[in-house]
T-cell receptor, first 114, second 110 residues
Framework: ETGVTQSPTHLIKTRGQQVTLRCSSQ?????VSWYQQALGQGPQFIFQYYREEENGRGNFPPRFSGLQFPNYSSELNVNALELDDSALYLC?????????????FGPGTRLTVT | AQRVTQPEKLLSVFKGAPVELKCNYSYSGSPELFWYVQYSRQRLQLLLRHISRESIKGFTADLNKGETSFHLKKPFAQEEDSAMYYC????????????FGIGTKLQVIP
């Protein structure tokens, strides 16, 4: 069984730039969720993808967008980066048919915006 | 709106002492609650879920609907319990959004 993987591990971008983060879900999992974890905070839900469509979104602006591919992997795109976007971005995979709350997390991508 | 509150950012206890990590929630309806743990340099992982009434690594958590609490307890702390602990509240219908608390860092002093 392959766990959730994320790339890259670390990333440094300049304010106003765009960034793409990638996630491969755990083998057999069809649902991917993205979270933002600012320093000293718990993970905050950004959105969730199922069947290649966004099916739920947290309180994040439209410049946060995503994709899910037929193999269930996913991308998180952030446009017009702001300093406050500096955070750890976590990807979590799960089974839609599984128990809500049982999610399997990747190691995260640390994004620094300067 | 659903909300999770963890009032302590840091909890320090001596090895062998009892541990109680506090969690309070706000949710309309009957919630399901979870505890996640993150050990140093490891990824966030599920520790236990209230519906299973399980004990994992000596930890238990009881849902108290009257006090809207889901405190995590262990009778005797061990050094390997040192980690960040997050209380989590998932939506029960529709998409699987999980609301996390701010987290409590447990430090077990040898």
């Amino acid at each position: 069984e392959t766990g959730v993987t994320q790339s890259p591990t670390h990333l440094i971008k300049t304010r106003g730039q765009q960034v793409t983060l990638r996630c491969s879900s755990q083998s057999g999992h069809n649902t991917v969720s993205w979270y933002q974890q600012a320093l000293g905070q718990g993970p905050q839900f950004i959105f969730q993808y199922y069947r290649e469509e966004e099916n739920g979104r947290g309180n994040f602006p439209p410049r946060f967008s995503g994709l899910q591919f037929p193999n269930y992997s996913s991308e998180l795109n952030v446009n017009a980066l702001e300093l406050d976007d500096s955070a750890l971005y976590l990807c979590a995979s799960s089974l839609t048919s599984g128990r809500a709350g049982e999610q399997y997390f990747g190691p995260g991508t640390r994004l620094t915006v300067t | 709106a659903q909300r999770v509150t963890q009032p302590e950012k840091l909890l320090s206890v001596f090895k062998g002492a009892p541990v109680e990590l506090k969690c309070n929630y706000s949710y309309s309806g009957s919630p399901e609650l979870f505890w996640y743990v993150q050990y140093s340099r490891q990824r966030l992982q599920l520790l236990l879920r209230h519906i299973s009434r399980e004990s994992i690594k000596g930890f238990t958590a009881d849902l108290n609907k009257g006090e809207t609490s889901f405190h995590l307890k262990k009778p005797f702390a061990q050094e390997e319990d040192s980690a960040m602990y997050y209380c989590a509240l998932p939506r029960k219908r529709g998409y699987q959004k999980v609301t996390f608390g701010i987290g409590t860092k447990l430090q077990v002093i040898p």
